[in-house]
């Protein structure tokens, strides 16, 4: 890739600009599309795990929070981060979280979790499921085709025998500012840690221990880890906690208590993933990463904020040939029903996979031996 962003050398479709997987996950949803690996795991604070997933064209999901221990991720919002599944179908996503789910001793906040009944995959009716469309998920800047995308996926719902309405979550919009505050607040805290002298990259300035400390957090972090830093510090100032972080905390609260609310008047939500399908190197780079964070993390982050399950499922492709993914989001602890109805979806919605030729996979695995 050269520094436009256009892929260069021997390839089929020389000179055409490549889209990008989205982040911070997207090796992992890549691996996974191309037949690398059958899953894959990531970390997912605001989406994190969804978007590349939708961006790939493969199925993932966000469990409940504290449902998969957090012991082995390196830490950057310890109160929405939450490791992730990526695979190719719903059934594999339900077989990695059944291994990978559940109490360790190393995480102070994971919870005992069922197992998760394979069996109950098959055969799924969704006749009387409640399903939810908010309002507010149609928002400025989404596409018509991922909308088309969203009401297909709602009228096959309801042709399903489910009952489709729609539900208000008005605090939406807030869930970005919010979560404008509280990241950079628990970025600056877990990366404290990374001093040179216990933890991370070690500088090699030895005048004093002030400057050791500076050349290796500013060799150790990028600029936007270093912007992150900056405003976490300030928002926790004696003087600005009242005024940033007590009140993103209670925004935070009322962001969950709209889904709270939903849940008695619904079973599962359903909503796009991304505005748009996956951008062009050269589109995707004009714009900052918290511009980026603000446009295409709406649908995603307030799942976080709330702490429920997410389920994302690619149900189409756009007129230039890129996945759109739609997402489905159930109350606290309700993964197993989040995975049925993924698993009754994905057999209707006839979405193109990837299917490995398996004499070329083993020519492959005999040449690698």
Same mark, same amino acid.
């Given at each position: /890739?050269?520094?436009?962003?256009? %892929? ?9 600009e ?7 996950s ?14 894959? !795991? ?8 969804r978007?590349p ?9 966000k ?5 998969v ?5 390196v830490?950057? %919002?310890?109160?929405l ?11 594999d ?8 789910q559940g109490?360790?001793i190393?995480?102070?906040?994971s ?9 109950q995959?098959?055969?799924?009716? /969704?006749k ?6 908010p309002?507010?998920f149609?928002?400025?800047?989404m ?9 297909k996926v709602?009228r ?5 025998g489910?009952e489709?309405e ?14 404008? /505050? !509280?990241?950079?607040?628990?970025v600056?805290?877990?990366?404290a840690?990374?001093?040179? !002298? ?24 990028n600029?936007?880890v270093?912007g992150?830093?900056?405003?976490g510090?300030?928002?926790?100032l004696?003087?600005?906690?009242q005024?940033?972080?007590l009140?993103?905390?209670k925004?935070?609260?009322? /962001? ?9 008047k619904?079973?599962?939500?359903l ?6 399908t996956?951008p ?17 993390d709406?649908?995603t982050q307030p ?5 429920v399950?997410?389920?994302?499922l690619p149900?189409s492709l ?5 996945p759109i ?7 606290l602890?309700q ?9 009754w ?9 990837l ?15």
């Open positions: /890739v050269d520094k436009e962003g256009r %892929v260069v050398g021997e390839h089929r479709g020389e000179g055409k490549w889209v990008v997987a989205g982040g911070s997207g090796g992992s949803a890549v691996a996974v599309a191309s037949g690398a690996a059958v899953a894959s !795991l990531g970390s997912d604070t605001g989406g994190s795990v978007i997933a939708a961006w790939v064209g493969v199925a993932s999901i469990p409940s929070y504290a449902r221990s957090r012991h082995g991720l830490p950057l %919002v310890n109160s981060d939450c490791p992730g599944v990526m695979a190719r179908s719903v059934r996503l339900a077989m990695v979280l059944d291994c990978v109490r360790d190393m995480d102070s906040t919870v005992e979790s069922e197992s998760i009944d394979m069996g995959l098959e055969g799924t009716c /969704v009387g499921l409640r399903v939810g469309i309002q507010e149609l928002c400025e800047g596409s018509e085709e991922v909308v088309d995308s969203w009401s709602a096959l719902l309801e042709e399903g489910a489709v729609p539900v208000s979550l008005p605090h939406t919009e807030l869930a970005i500012p919010c979560y404008s /505050v !509280l990241n950079p607040c628990e600056a805290s877990n990366m840690r990374y001093d040179g !002298l216990q933890f991370g990259l070690r500088g090699e300035a030895i005048t004093s221990t002030e400057d050791m400390y500076a050349e290796s957090r500013a060799r150790g972090f600029e936007v270093r992150r830093i900056l405003a510090n300030y928002f926790l004696k003087k600005h906690y005024e940033y972080y009140q993103a905390l925004v935070r609260r009322m /962001v969950t208590q709209d889904y709270l609310s939903a849940w008695s619904v079973d599962l939500l909503t796009p993933v991304t505005l748009t996956a062009t190197f050269s589109n995707f780079t004009q714009r900052d990463n918290r511009s980026q964070t603000a446009t295409q709406f649908c799942i976080n904020l709330a702490g399950p997410a389920l994302t149900s756009s007129s230039n040939n890129l993914s739609i997402q489905l989001v159930a109350p602890n993964d197993p029903m989040l995975l049925r109805v993924g698993a979806l994905e057999d209707r919605l006839d979405f193109p996979k299917v490995i030729d398996e004499e070329l996979e083993k020519k492959t695995n005999e040449m690698t031996i």
